[in-house]
């Protein structure tokens, strides 16, 4: 690292590339040059303001913006952007309100400096099983631990976004929000909890937490400002997750053989006319309509006519339609549990309601959908008390499996392993999957891009990129192929995946064979779960070949895991630790340190839910 780097500047705020890349370019530059890059980047930055689009996401330090009292900081935690966007929209509110903002993701916010807070907002989603983002993760650790500074002055306010559907719920913002009591912080607002259709509950929360800061912060004309800009976001396309996109289908191709026991489809939309763009490791997200045949079952179950116009929310819609087109039938949530278990006065629905009945509850949740529950318990629903009661449909969100310098910027490719299996006597299906294995020319796919700033290439092509996606998360690892053989990246691609069977279920295998033959792909490691008398997972292969692995890490290799959260990505990562603790010398908490160090630098970047 070049000796200047080593001068007492506040900690940088540059990912591990763009440090090297500064460097590189600054080694072996007289002082006058120095100071004319020095000049030339204020000017830059002092430019950045008025090229913003909308608001500017700050990466500073509190001691670069000087002091924090009379600031209201607003950090979020954010895994699929939903906290984020959350967080963006607070920042915007608050500066229109007069308040002084600075606004910053969980990964950059300084910890040791939180003691010198005083009004903190906190955003942060709860992934599967109550884990914090991995953008998160220093901050609740550094919140958790011992080295955390008691904050007897900080006045905070905390929103969980989380998924109700999952037992955990919010179980992150939950505990940080007792810990900060713990620390001597007292509330400025209540703890908010949003579920996935979370706009409504938080936008009322942010307008409680905004009109007691502004008492709080007491600056009502004070001049607006933004903390610390550093980069701009570039204004927002005309189409979004409100007002998507209706993508036409090019392509629907199933991609495993006809006697696999999955369907796994190849998806190919058409962006032409939308001016979406999209970088390797975004999603695509997709507004899904409930099967039609689910929605008969519905009506069937329940004994209620479809054409009936219900109102709700100022609309007034046919039920069918309010089933088919607004409202979740496929996921179980507590409420409706908790609403069928009122209304059926059943003993099992009540009891597993109950504190301390976690586990039955996860059981009830993880084997059934809410047309099981209607079906076991039945109860009497009238058409307007079930759309007030189910949750509103919400996006889908799928890894993008195409680069657009290799398909164009018109098209976008996506990998969906389409969820469907018998169950209580009948055929459940995944509403997004069977929608989009549905679609063909006549019915468009409403999508809108979702960006994902924390799973990206390499800046420097030069690095070394490995990557696991067993399954479906093979995904966005075709799109980084596709885009590091398009801009001729020099550093080499090793992948890991893993399927059911070889000859039935290795998704896109000609591609890959032509990649390791063109040169594109350097290594592949295969492993087929359900081909060997005992299953053998992608990290057992990351093991066998830990040595090289380590050494590929150690010499500034990017790692990426895809798919799925519950189970795949903790293996890998205990396997990653092992490999690390084993080939690198270190205890386990030091290959801990190590693995966490990578995941701050954005050398270790996950997809996974
Ligand atoms: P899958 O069911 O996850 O199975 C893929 C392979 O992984 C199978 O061979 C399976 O073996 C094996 N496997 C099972 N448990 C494992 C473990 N603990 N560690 C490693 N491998 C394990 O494949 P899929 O149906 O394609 O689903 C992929 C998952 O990834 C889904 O949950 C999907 O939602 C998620 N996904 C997430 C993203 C994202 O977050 N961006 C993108 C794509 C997919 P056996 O079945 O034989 O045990």
Redesign the pocket.
Known sequence: MNAALKLPLPAPTLDADRLAQLAALTSGLSSADLYWIAAYSAALAARLPEQAGRIVVSESSVAEVGQTAGCLSIVYGSQTGNSRRVAEQLAARAEAAGLTVRLLRTGVYPVRELAQERHLVVVISSQGDGDPPDDAIGFIEFIAGKRAPKLPLLKFAVLGLGDSSYPKFCAVSRELDARLIELGASRFAPAGEADVDFDTTAAEWSAGVLETAREGLSVPNAPTRHASPLHAVSASPHYSRDNPFPASVLENQRIVSRDSD?D?RHIELSLEGSGLQYEPGD?IGVWPRNPPMLVEQWLSALKLDGTVEVEHDGRRLPLARWLSHERELTRLTRPLVAAQAAATRHGELQRVLEPGQQPAFAALLESHQPIDLLRQFPAAWDATRLVATLRPLTPR???IASSARVVGSDEVHL?V?VVEYFAHQSTHYGAASAFLANAGDDVPVPVFIESNERFRLPIDGSRDVIMI????????FRAFVQERQATAASGRNWLFF???HFTQ?F?YQLEWQEALHSGALHRLDL????DAAS?V???QRLREHGRELYAWLRDGAHIYV???????????NEALLDIIATHGGLSVEDARAWLTELLQQGRYAR???
């Not at 492993?527 to 359900?530: E, I, K």
């Not at 895809?562 to 890998?572: E, I």
């Open positions: 999955r796994v999603a969100l799928y890894s990998t392993g996606g067993p399954g479906t998360g093979i995904a966005p893993g399927n059911r279920d998704l492993t087929f779960s359900r299953k997972y992608v990290q895809c798919g799925d959260s519950a189970h795949m990505a903790r293996d890998v997809d996974v839910y």
